[in-house]
């Protein structure tokens, strides 16, 4: 079945970078788009980036456009979001999902928690 | 761009069906066939129940449907159980490639 596992995240200073990591297992990953929301503590979900199957296109949401960015290695089943210049607001779990149609995700991760604190 | 909006609560007894909606604009709700649902429990990741309106994915229980009208899109939950307390998410494709969320429904089973 769809196993996605992220990991990368911890606790940072406003204003460094930090990288993470989602590796996909029981798929063809090369064969589907990627996506990462996340989770605010206490909120709801928020949509972050999408990457096409073969990189051709990736999306961002406007609160991080910009700062964030998208990419997959598809010989290594594993996609990534490098994060940027992060802020307290980019404080959140940040979750790994597979595109199942019209820009859904399915088969989340069980997602990495990303704290940004001075 | 403004989050879809959903009601904050809903609540139903056992065996009754509950309908929770999900409205946005033109721009996103309205203009694709692009609406998915999502299942939440507490200190879990979320789940998609429905995708593309009113697609299930494999695995997921007829008691659960999706439509849409107009910039409205619904949820319905058949034959409400116990384990379908949760929070329930909302979420379309939008204008400038992007994907809004509603703000979730917390759906108590009575």
């Known amino acids: 079945q769809v196993q996605l596992v992220a990991s990368g995240g911890g606790v940072v200073q406003p204003g460094t970078s930090l990288r993470l990591s989602c590796v996909a297992s029981g798929f063809t990953f090369s064969s589907y788009g990627m996506h990462w929301v996340r989770q605010a503590p206490g909120k709801g979900l928020e949509w972050v980036a999408v990457i096409w199957y073969d990189g051709s296109n990736k999306y961002y949401a406007e609160s991080v456009k910009g700062r964030f960015t998208i990419s997959r290695d598809n010989s290594k089943n594993t996609h990534f979001l490098q994060m940027d210049d992060l802020r307290n607001e980019d404080t959140a779990v940040y979750y790994c999902?597979?595109?199942?149609?019209?820009?859904?995700?399915?088969?989340w991760g069980q997602g990495t928690l990303v704290t940004v604190s001075s | 761009q403004s989050a879809l909006t959903q009601p904050p609560s809903a609540s139903g007894s056992p065996g009754e069906s509950v309908t929770i909606s999900c409205t946005g604009t033109s721009n996103d709700v309205g203009g694709y066939n692009y609406v998915s649902w999502y299942q939440q429990h507490p200190g879990k990741a979320p789940k998609l129940l429905i995708y593309e309106v009113r697609e299930r994915p494999s695995g997921v229980p007829g008691r659960f449907s999706g439509s849409k009208s107009g910039n409205t899109a619904s949820l319905t939950v058949s034959g409400l159980q116990a384990e379908d307390e949760a929070d329930y998410y909302c979420?379309?494709?939008?204008?400038?490639?992007?994907?809004?969320f509603g703000g979730g429904t917390k759906l108590a089973v009575l």
């Open positions: 999902a597979r595109e199942e149609g019209g820009f859904s995700g399915n088969g």
């Open positions: 979420s379309s494709y939008a204008d400038s490639k992007t994907v809004l």
